[in-house]
């Protein structure tokens, strides 16, 4: 295990964040789960979290936006990003 810090899994999807949730647990990770950047944001403290797994299109604010909001406060931490979009979205921009 990393530290006693949490990874904080922010995604709109409540059965993406349950299954990340359940995939770190069982490796012992603590987690914390958010639905959205703003309810992050606003419990966020530098020393809760190690890393953070971030979806990038939700609904508000943006994962985007939030990584900017981080930035901006001068909070660096690892980072990891996710976008998911039905396959026929995908093939249809490339």
């Not at 995604?11 to 639905?35: G, I, M, N």
């Not at 606003?42 to 971030?54: G, K, Q, T, V, W």
Request: negative net charge; contains cysteine.
């Amino acid at each position: 295990m990393m530290t006693n810090k949490a990874i904080a899994i922010i995604d709109d999807d409540e059965s993406v964040r349950e299954s990340l949730k359940w995939l770190l647990a069982s490796q012992d990770y603590p987690v914390r789960c958010f639905a959205d950047g703003a309810a992050f944001l606003a419990d966020y403290h530098p020393e809760s979290f190690n890393c953070i797994i971030l979806d990038v299109r939700m609904p508000g604010m943006n994962g985007l936006e939030v990584f900017s909001k981080l930035r901006e406060a001068q909070y660096f931490l690892r980072l990891f990003s996710c976008l998911a979009m039905p396959m026929s979205a995908w093939r249809s921009r490339h």
